[in-house]
């Protein structure tokens, strides 16, 4: 089972005291938020999203700089090695901040101890879609013809070793089938053959897939959450339909290690306040994302049980980065 991680109470964080040395410190410089990821996706318009509140808040100028490579370690790396003094921060995710430290044998930081994490920004699932002409209406039918072609279906991924290629090799071994794992050099080529008709479905990020969801391109058989989806409720979990697998993206926001208390909690209380307000719920739930603001000591112990979850996900999928 995944950890938990608690969703706070959004509503009056404006009201949270921010601690005097803070409030004297931080922020009385530009502030830049490093996405890992590329312009345009889900990351990179939940940071943009919440750059703009948190610039509104402070009157101060929050930079978003967009540093992708090598799904996410190239931000990652930059901000691990950033002065720990509040004016550099990263939006990352499951992936350069838990998956890899067990796939890549030499990250160039320590996920457990180069970064000060302040709290899980929100969570998004993963949905499995098939082409429309597929015969598949159900995850059951999905499974059956898994199971009377061992090795003859397809799934594609935006990448080896992404969470969504985890997931469907998790998929794999709880529901006892082989379906093959076609790597993709990003999503978009995986959802064009899906919808093509060359591969019969993926696992893709709820925002990417909602568009080809809503206009009838795609079959959408499960979401990977513990909960449905509000953008998609109509939708059924992997564990409603029987198969024990649970695999959730969040994204979090990070600094360097070794950054002053007082900013870490100053950032927060801006952070929830940011959370809570009715332009930032509304965008978040544009795009599938479900805002969390979990605590800094919560986030911090959560990271480190996903990093520990899925190293033990990776050795029992055999899953490389081959």
């Keep these: 089972m995944p950890p938990v991680l608690h969703r706070r109470t959004l509503l009056g964080a404006a009201l949270l005291p921010l601690p005097a040395l803070a409030q004297e410190r931080w922020p009385s410089r530009p502030v830049r938020m490093v ?6 996706g889900a990351s990179d318009i939940l940071t943009r999203t919440i750059a703009n509140a948190l610039q509104e808040q402070t009157g101060q100028s929050f930079v978003v700089e967009n540093r992708a490579g090598a799904g996410g370690v190239v931000g990652s790396d930059f901000v691990a090695k950033a002065a720990p003094d509040g004016t550099t921060w990263l939006t990352t995710n499951v992936g350069p901040q838990a998956i890899f430290r067990e796939l890549h044998k030499n990250l160039p930081y320590d996920t457990r101890t180069d970064f000060r994490h302040v709290t899980i920004l929100g969570t998004l699932p993963l949905v499995l879609i098939v082409g429309r002409d597929q015969p598949f209406r159900s995850l059951a039918d999905y499974i059956a013809a898994a199971k009377a072609r061992p090795g003859a279906m397809n799934f594609g991924s935006g990448g080896n070793g992404t969470l969504h290629h985890l997931t469907g090799e998790l998929l794999n071994n709880t529901a006892e089938i082989r379906i093959t794992h076609v790597p993709y050099r990003g999503a978009q080529a995986a959802t064009a053959d899906v919808i093509g008709g060359r591969i019969e479905g993926m696992w893709d990020s709820l925002p990417s897939a909602a568009p080809h969801i809503r206009q009838g391109n795609v079959r959408a058989l499960a979401v990977s959450s513990e909960r449905r989806s509000p953008a998609f409720p109509e939708i059924p979990t992997l564990v409603e339909q029987g198969v024990a697998v649970t695999t959730t993206n969040w994204f979090g926001l990070a600094g360097p290690a070794r950054l002053p208390e007082e900013i870490v909690q100053a950032m927060y209380a801006q952070i929830r306040t ?3 307000s009715p332009a930032v719920k509304e965008r978040f739930a544009s795009i599938g994302v ?21 190293a033990a996900v990776v050795r029992a999928t055999g899953v490389t980065m081959d």
């Design 290 to 310: 479900e805002p969390v603001g979990s605590p800094p000591e919560e986030t911090q112990r959560y990271v480190l049980a996903e990093i520990e979850r899925y």
């Design 274 to 276: 940011a959370l809570a």
């Design 35 to 40: 996405s890992s990821s590329p312009p345009a």
